[in-house]
Every structure is written in C-alpha cells, then in structure tokens.
C-alpha cells in the first residue's frame, strides 16, 4: 500500500548548519514522483523539490537537494547552510502512477540563531 | 497570474448548518484535488478529480461532497458539518500527464464548526 513516514515531527537546527530531514516511503508502482513541500508559519505550502523514481541523479534546486535512495526507498530532503527563513513545516509526498497523492506527517523545522 | 484560488480564508460555523467552499483554478489543469490538514495528522485527501464530470474518494471523504460541472472549479460541500471537520482545508490542483506534476495549492481555508 502506498504510504510516505516521516519520522521527525520536530527538529532544532542551529543557523549555517545543514539539516537532513527524513522521508521513507512505500510502493509498488515502478513510476512515481517524490515531492518535498514547505509550509511557513503563514500557512501557504510552497513546492521545493522533486524526484523521479527512474532519475538517477540526485534532485537540486538551490539550497536544496533530494537525497533519494531507491532500494532503501528513502527520499530524504537536505537543507544546506540553514537560515531562519527555513524555519518551517516539512512534508514529503508521492505522486504514483494513478491518481492519489498521499503526504506525510510533516517535520516541524526550527532554526536557532 | 497562475493561480489556485479558494474562498473563503477563514469560516466559522454551526454544526448541521451547509456550507461550500469554492476552489477556482486559471491553470486548466485537469486534475484538481481537496485536503484536510490536522496537526499530527499531516494532509489527507478528501476528492479527488481527473477531469470533468470525473470525481474519486480520497482517504478521508465521509461527511464531504464534491463536484466538477467546469475544468476550472471544484468546490467541497459539507452538508451537515461537525465539530470533528474543523480542520485547515487546501485545494490544489496539476497538469495530469503522469506523476511528475507537482500540485499548485491555494491558500487554504480555516474552518471552525461549533
């Protein structure tokens, strides 16, 4: 069955580190799409990333990366020199070849100064 | 501006009162979707919707309606709503050309039902 874990509800960060937040996730479908969004304090879910499952290189935006490892199935999202704007919700979520999109539970990021 | 546009932002209500809230897409996307985010709980989906006139459970439908007359609007009806849908609702919507299309989400609306 289709299903996305997130394992850290909540992280504290201290600013200029690099944060990984995890991300497992369960399917049978050959074809899906691995995506990471981030919700601020003000609500709106703003798209940061994504991963195909047949890309073989790593997913990049920015201070972004996909960290996607297909045979432990885990598309973890990497945060490089972290800044207090990332201070955040974190949900990961998959997109298979059907129709449904299921998310995780979200990580609540904190940046410290 | 390429938009998802749902309304209202916020809405307070009375349990059994009906009520709908409007999502309007000017992307002509054909997939259009509705969740419900609880804390702890991360996004659920609602409905779901791959074109016109073409609707689907979610995980979580029981207590909602959908509908899709146009490409561009699928509004959530609840009928008779509880205090257990208070919850923050997004519409979002994608292309639908396979499962690289990330979704567009709107604003979000509060709701509150008492």
């Known amino acids: 069955a289709q299903k996305i874990t997130q394992t850290q509800p909540g992280m504290f960060v201290q600013e200029k580190e690099a944060v990984t937040l995890d991300c497992t996730y369960d399917?049978?479908?050959?074809?899906?799409?691995l995506f990471w969004y981030k919700q601020p304090s003000s609500g709106e879910m703003i798209f940061l990333i994504y991963?195909?499952?047949?890309?073989?290189q790593n997913a990049t935006e920015g201070r972004y990366s996909l960290n996607f490892q297909k045979a432990r199935k885990s598309a973890n999202l990497v945060i490089s020199a972290s800044q207090l704007g990332d201070s955040a919700m974190y949900f990961c979520?998959?997109?298979?070849?059907?129709?449904?999109?299921?998310f995780g539970k979200g990580t609540r990021l904190h940046i410290l100064p | 501006e390429a938009q998802v546009t749902q309304n209202p932002r916020y809405l307070i209500t009375v349990t059994g009162k009906k009520l709908t809230v409007t999502c309007s897409q000017n992307?002509?996307?054909?997939?259009m979707s509705w969740y419900r985010q609880d804390p702890g709980l991360g996004l659920r989906q609602i409905y779901y919707?791959?074109?016109?006139?073409?609707?689907d459970k979610g995980d979580v439908p029981e207590g909602y309606k959908v509908s899709r007359k146009e490409k561009r609007n699928f509004p959530l009806i609840l009928e008779s709503p509880s205090p257990n849908q208070t919850s923050l609702y997004f519409c979002?919507?994608?292309?639908?050309?396979?499962?690289?299309?990330?979704?567009?989400f709107g604003s979000g609306t509060q709701l509150s039902v008492l």
């Open positions: 979520a998959m997109r298979e070849s059907h129709d449904k999109i299921i």
């Open positions: 979002a919507s994608s292309p639908w050309t396979g499962p690289g299309e990330k979704l567009f």
């Open positions: 992307m002509n996307h054909e997939y």
């Open positions: 399917t049978s479908d050959q074809s899906y799409g």
């Open positions: 919707s791959m074109n016109v006139e073409v609707t």
């Open positions: 991963q195909g499952s047949y890309d073989e």
